[in-house]
């Protein structure tokens, strides 16, 4: 398998359930980023993390919580989400050149 | 604040039709930008890397220039397949990479 993989593909949850994603990227790449992407917004970025510690936060309520055991896994952890959650979450690896490679992306619904 | 503008938000052409995307930007410590098409719900597929300002990359139908404060990405003879949000985001030495808002491209046939 190559690329970027995010499971899953599509999550619903409520309010009060924990849950969390993951993305695992197999290009070899150092740095890994998760962006949140809602319905006629641009893309927002989260986290960055490169060599397993986070260089980059963007100022993301705590109830999103990422992790970076290795530089090949990423996931984000979701706990009392609201309804305005709710949008595609992209995890992206980076190159050295410093173009990013997307994973599908798992659609997130909070009911 | 680093500041992308993409434009138009959406543009509609016959198939054959061809046209331009504007990428603007105000960024510090620019060097270069990236392209990016993203098809309905899936993630962004890498397009192009510009390093320097007058240059220009192709690839099938799309040709991507840059110049010091905006790139453009031309669609020459589209096909509805190029029908897609074409983004961009300046590259910078740091992780920070944000993307415009994009452009919403729809060719018919």
């Known amino acids: 398998e190559t690329g970027v993989t995010q499971t899953p593909r599509h999550l619903v949850m409520g309010m009060t359930n924990k849950k969390s994603l993951k993305c695992e990227q197999h290009?070899?790449?150092?740095?890994m980023y998760w962006y949140k992407q809602s319905a006629k917004k641009p893309l927002e970025l989260m986290f960055v993390?490169?060599?397993?510690?986070?260089?980059e936060n963007n100022s993301v309520p705590s109830r999103f919580s990422p992790e970076c055991p290795n530089s090949s896994h990423l996931f984000l952890h979701l706990h009392t989400l609201q309804p305005e959650d709710s949008a595609l979450y992209l995890c992206?690896?980076?190159?050295?050149?410093?173009?990013?490679?997307f994973g599908e992306g798992s659609r997130l619904t909070v009911l | 604040e680093d500041q992308v503008t993409q434009s138009p938000e959406a543009l509609r052409l016959q198939e054959g039709e061809s046209s331009s995307l504007n990428c603007s930007y105000t960024?510090?410590?620019?060097?270069?930008l990236f392209w990016y098409r993203q098809d309905p719900g899936k993630g962004p597929e890498f397009l192009f890397t510009?390093?320097?300002a007058g240059e220009e990359k192709e690839k099938e139908r799309l040709k991507a220039t840059l110049t010091k404060k905006e790139s453009f990405l031309h669609i020459t003879a589209p096909k509805p397949e190029d029908s897609a949000t074409y983004l961009c985001?300046?590259?910078?030495?740091?992780?920070?990479?944000?993307f415009g808002a994009g452009t919403r491209l729809f060719v018919k046939a």
């Open positions: 510009l390093y320097s």
């Open positions: 290009l070899g790449h150092n740095a």
């Open positions: 992206a690896s980076r190159s050295r050149g410093g173009e990013l490679f």
């Open positions: 960024v510090s410590g620019l060097r270069g």
């Open positions: 993390y490169s060599l397993e510690e986070r260089v």
């Open positions: 985001a300046p590259r910078t030495g740091g992780f920070k990479t944000i």
